[in-house]
């Protein structure tokens, strides 16, 4: 059926437009359409990772259940070298970490605690990695390992960790016999615990024996 006059119009400013736009709608398209296949790609890909992460870490949990040291931190190296993007990675590099501290290699455990605390995904699994740490550093008590505890106690802790990094700064004066001070930041992570009802009750105990140990909490 032939087009009326204003049906043909139409028509002709259709085409007009898309002789004039048409590079420029093709080219968003186009870029629209490689935004979605490279995210449809990295969420494959990081299922993928998530997936075989996590049989290495069952591999882990074997060896440590085993007792075997060895192929334990391996599997720790792997995970870091091969999926250090998943959360897999920082948990086995904090347990590893303890596991090198029980053996009495205490330089192997700063470098796994490094790791996490550097290049953990993991906000949280990041501030326990620098806890960790920064106990590890005052244990050392070298000159330059209070100096790194030090420039990472003076970070701002993430949401949630605040009462943890205080019991550090008074571990850390302590440790120098600045008991002062120590009791001080002790007071205040107190404070701070005291309003965080979800940690566990060994967390108050512990750190109630560190504050009686300085003077008690003040009245």
């Known amino acids: 059926m032939p087009l009326d006059l204003e049906e043909q119009e139409q028509l002709d400013q259709l085409k007009a437009f898309w002789q004039k736009y048409r590079n420029l709608i093709t080219g968003v398209l186009t870029a629209a359409l490689f935004v979605y296949a490279a995210y449809s790609g990295y969420q494959w890909w990081r299922t993928s990772q998530a997936a075989e992460a996590s049989k290495l870490y069952e591999t882990m949990v074997v060896a440590i259940s085993n007792g075997d040291k060895e192929q334990t931190l391996r599997a720790a190296d792997d995970l870091q070298k091969q999926f250090g993007s998943t959360p897999y990675a920082a948990m086995s590099s904090l347990v590893a970490a303890k596991i090198a501290s029980d053996a009495g290699d205490s330089a192997k455990?700063?470098?796994?605690?490094?790791?996490?605390?550097?290049?953990?995904?993991?906000?949280?699994?990041?501030?326990?990695?620098?806890?960790?740490?920064?106990?590890?550093?005052?244990?050392?008590?070298?000159?330059?390992?209070?100096?790194?505890?030090?420039?990472?106690?003076?970070?701002?802790?993430?949401?949630?960790?605040?009462?943890?990094?205080?019991?550090?700064?008074?571990?850390?004066?302590?440790?120098?016999?600045?008991?002062?001070?120590?009791?001080?930041?002790?007071?205040?992570?107190?404070?701070?615990?005291?309003?965080?009802?979800?940690?566990?009750?060994?967390?108050?105990?512990?750190?109630?024996?560190?504050?009686?140990?300085?003077?008690?909490?003040?009245?």
């Open 109 to 219: 455990a700063i470098d796994y605690l490094r790791w996490a605390a550097n290049k953990a995904s993991n906000k949280g699994y990041a501030a326990l990695g620098k806890l960790r740490l920064v106990t590890q550093l005052i244990e050392q008590g070298a000159e330059k390992d209070f100096a790194e505890a030090d420039a990472i106690l003076q970070e701002k802790p993430i949401s949630g960790f605040e009462a943890l990094w205080l019991e550090r700064r008074g571990d850390w004066y302590l440790a120098q016999k600045k008991t002062v001070e120590a009791r001080n930041a002790y007071q205040e992570a107190w404070k701070k615990l005291d309003q965080a009802k979800e940690f566990p009750e060994e967390a108050r105990r512990l750190l109630k024996v560190k504050l009686d140990a300085v003077g008690g909490v003040a009245q």
